[in-house]
């Protein structure tokens, strides 16, 4: 029911800056929980950040720590769009990025707490 389109992949150098889109369609955008996965070749799929409504709050956003610092995570209720900017990009951030949604309530950190997904986008990051 609900689609995730994403967008802005691509081969960047170390030290450069990249932003990810995705957009969703087939539901309420503003209801979910959004957040961005990772997977390197080889790997488990990692957290990398997530965006939230919280009662009483303005959004609210978590970050890897790996990420922090120079990740930014945010969304565009408006154009039912979320947005993965990244700085300062380094070798080791290679990986395919993946959009996900959940309408549930839990830690945000596990992918299996994602019920919808992108279809991924590759950065690669060269030395």
């Known amino acids: 029911q609900v689609q995730l389109v994403e967008s802005g992949g691509g081969l960047v150098q170390a030290g450069g800056s990249l932003r990810l889109s995705c957009a969703a369609s087939g539901g309420s955008f503003s209801m979910y929980t959004m957040a961005w996965f990772r997977q390197a070749s080889g790997k488990d799929r990692e957290f990398v950040a997530s965006?939230?409504?919280?009662?009483?709050?303005?959004?609210?956003?978590s970050y890897a720590n790996s990420t922090k610092g120079r990740f930014t995570i945010s969304r565009d209720d408006a154009k039912n769009t979320v947005y993965l900017q990244m700085n300062s990009l380094k070798p080791e951030d290679t990986a395919v990025y993946f959009c996900?949604?959940?309408?549930?309530?839990?830690?945000?950190?596990?992918?299996?707490?994602?019920?919808?997904w992108g279809q991924g986008t590759q950065v690669i990051v060269s030395s």
């Open positions: 996900a949604a959940t309408t549930h309530w839990g830690t945000f950190l596990s992918p299996d707490e994602y019920a919808y």
């Open positions: 965006i939230r409504r919280r009662s009483g709050s303005p959004y609210y956003t």
